[in-house]
């Protein structure tokens, strides 16, 4: 007696054959299968719009050296667009990478941050003297003095140019950090000796002392300002300075010149840094910390020196948006050179901007994901194929089906550029992300239609169709991938999409795609399956379950 389609035992060998299939294709030890196997149903918001589960992480655990990056998952990293968003709240920077220079969540922590030094200036000087000292205040330069944050934006796009910085520096560009210039000329008018210390070098030191003098300081002079030496002619090492290796670290230089200047008699009753590598290390009664989540410069202790209270912060609370800028202060702000590095580590990049692409936090999330998906996606393909169900699933290109870190990285610098993606698009460069080739060769194979819905327009779609052949896909076909129009020629917005305005948004585009497939004129497939690294490529329902893919590189609402 032969087995029915809906027979417990056909049903388990179908299963077991799709899963001992995908155990195979992904090299995974039969000990591992069991719980690699165990299904994970995830959102399932059928055809309707319950997309309440879709919504992107809000809170995230970051070690400041990028570490996390290994344990944290993709959806635990913070988003690096969402990040430049929040620093852009913060700065109150409308998006073009310079700050408001009147008013901004910035400003006003900033001159939180004074009001309360201030109010103890006076106090804190009267006490140096009457126990006989000579007090001191010492200031870092770089956003704690000096504002580079239009450089760092504007200028650099986060992506830090020493030649650029050196042109910012001769050509005194930077204003004075909002506040500061009030807060330093007040401290000196009450007595206190002021010192500048900065890892700006000794070629820079005219430049920036006439910069600082420019925008209101009265009382940096050449002599209590330090630079760091070149090595080059008379700038050398300081006397005063020994380090472990022949090139100093950061505290190292900075620790021990306030110890210099300890020894010539000052007390330092105040040290003011925007890093934490500008206070630690000691010689400084108090360290003053001030916010700046645009770049981050790790420095080691001095050995033997414990110093937990100068630590970044781990945990971190951002909106998608970018609206946390305007809450969370600087502190709270995820910085983007720890996202980065975060990112690097996921993705296996040693630092130069291509990932690893045979093992890496990344690759190995993506198999734990396939392997969870993919056996019950082939049963379920194979019964709604049995039942004439015209079973299908839908995938999203970019980081869903082919893989973009290298382009985004190495070569944009997380600066996304159109002109430059066609490039990578036309000549099909890009590599599959890791397993997905499994997972849609299984769907295929089960029963299921692959459909290509994707952001890439009309001009790109046959490179596209030709690089996911060139790398291993064999299911997409023209007429069931779909590219958005350029609004040129033929090109045109077709008429089963009606968007609210005249820009469709990626939802309107992708939610109402789904739903033509889905009718009688796009083919009547039943969508048991939509695959995408964008929460966007998801919401809007027309597909039994939905399946995000990791992606913090990107962020596209």
Known sequence: MSDSLH?????????????????????????????ALAWDPGPGNGHGHGDTALTPRTSFTMAPDGSSGATQGGEGIPNIDSDKKTIATYYGDPGTGIANKTDSPYIRELGGILAREKAELKAEYDRAVQQGQKPAIVFDADDTTLWTYDMEVADMHFQFNPAEQDVWVQGQRFPATPGMVDFVNQAAALGYTVFGLTGRNDNQKAATLGNLDKVGYTAFTSDRFYTKWTGTGASQQPSYITCAAASCTTVEYKALTRKHIQDLGYTITLNVGDQWSDLQGGYAEEALKLPNPTYYLPSPDLPGV????????????????????????????????????????????????????????????????????????????????????????????????????????????????????????????????????????????????????????????????????????????????????????????????????????????????????????????????????????????????????????????
């Open 7 to 35: 027979s417990p035992s056909r049903f388990r060998r179908v299963f077991v054959g799709a899963a001992s299939a995908l155990v195979l294709a992904l090299g995974v030890g039969l000990a591992d299968a069991p719980a």
């Open 306 to 557: 414990s110093e937990p209270q100068l630590a970044p912060r781990t945990h971190f609370t951002m909106a998608p948006d970018g609206s946390s800028g305007a809450t969370e202060g600087g502190e709270g702000i995820p910085n983007i050179d720890s996202v980065k590095k975060s990112i690097a580590t996921y993705y296996g990049d040693p630092g130069t901007g291509i990932a690893n692409k045979t093992d890496s936090p990344y690759i190995r999330e993506l198999r734990s994901i396939v392997l969870r998906q993919a056996p019950v996606l082939a049963a379920t393909c194979f019964v709604e194929k049995k039942l004439h169900k015209n079973p299908a699933i839908v995938l999203d290109t970019d980081d869903t089906t082919l893989w973009t870190y290298d382009m985004e990285v190495a070569d944009m610098h997380f600066q996304f550029n159109p002109a430059e993606q066609d490039v990578w698009v036309q000549q099909q460069r890009f590599p599959a992300t890791p397993h997905m080739t499994t997972l849609a060769a299984v769907a295929q194979k089960a029963g299921c239609t692959l459909i290509g819905l994707t952001g890439r327009n009309d001009d790109q779609k046959a490179a596209t169709l030709g690089n996911l052949a060139k790398v291993g896909y064999t299911g997409f076909t023209a007429q069931n991938f779909y590219t958005k129009w350029t609004g040129v020629g033929a090109s045109q917005q077709p008429s089963y999409i009606t968007c609210a305005t005249a820009k469709c948004t990626t939802i309107e585009y992708k939610s109402q795609t789904r739903a033509h497939i889905e009718s009688p004129s796009g083919g009547r497939y039943d969508i048991v399956a939509n695959f995408g690294d964008q929460f966007s490529d998801l919401i809007g329902g027309y597909a039994d379950r939905t399946v995000k893919l990791p992606n913090p590189t990107y962020y596209l609402p």
